[in-house]
């Protein structure tokens, strides 16, 4: 079992900056990717950001130039600085991780719990 721990959220000004990083642990094999997604209310989630293993990334259109996905010091980690934050980055922002556990080598898809992040003057 796999479990992801998010922190960094908060209430910043429109324009602000934010850090949200998150560490994997559990029986871990391999990572393959991971990243961030989000979700608004009413609103289907959706990627914001993914980084692959060999440190391939993608972004959503509208977070390009202001938010960066890298990985962490920390081993199964991963942080997502967002600068030019915008009132419609408003939302629930939660981490994912894919890869294999172990001992017996299965593919897991694991989520964290979310953390909210608010842009309002």
């Known amino acids: 079992q796999v479990q992801l721990v998010e922190s960094g959220g908060g209430l910043v000004q429109p324009g602000g900056s934010l850090r949200l990083s998150c560490a994997a642990s559990?029986?871990?094999?391999?990572?393959?990717?991971m990243g961030w997604y989000r979700q608004a209310p009413g609103k289907q989630r959706e990627l914001v950001a993914r980084?692959?293993?060999?440190?391939?990334?993608n972004y959503a259109d509208s977070v390009k130039g202001r938010f960066t996905i890298s990985r962490g010091n920390a081993e199964n980690t991963v942080v997502l600085q967002m600068n030019g934050l915008k009132p419609e980055d408003t939302a629930v922002y939660y981490c994912?991780?894919?890869?294999?556990?172990?001992?017996?080598?299965?593919?897991?898809?694991?989520w964290g719990q979310g953390t909210q992040v608010t842009v309002s003057s």
């Open positions: 994912n991780a894919v890869g294999y556990g172990e001992p017996v080598v299965s593919a897991f898809d694991s």
């Open positions: 980084i692959t293993s060999g440190g391939s990334t």
């Open positions: 559990g029986r871990i094999f391999s990572i393959n990717g």
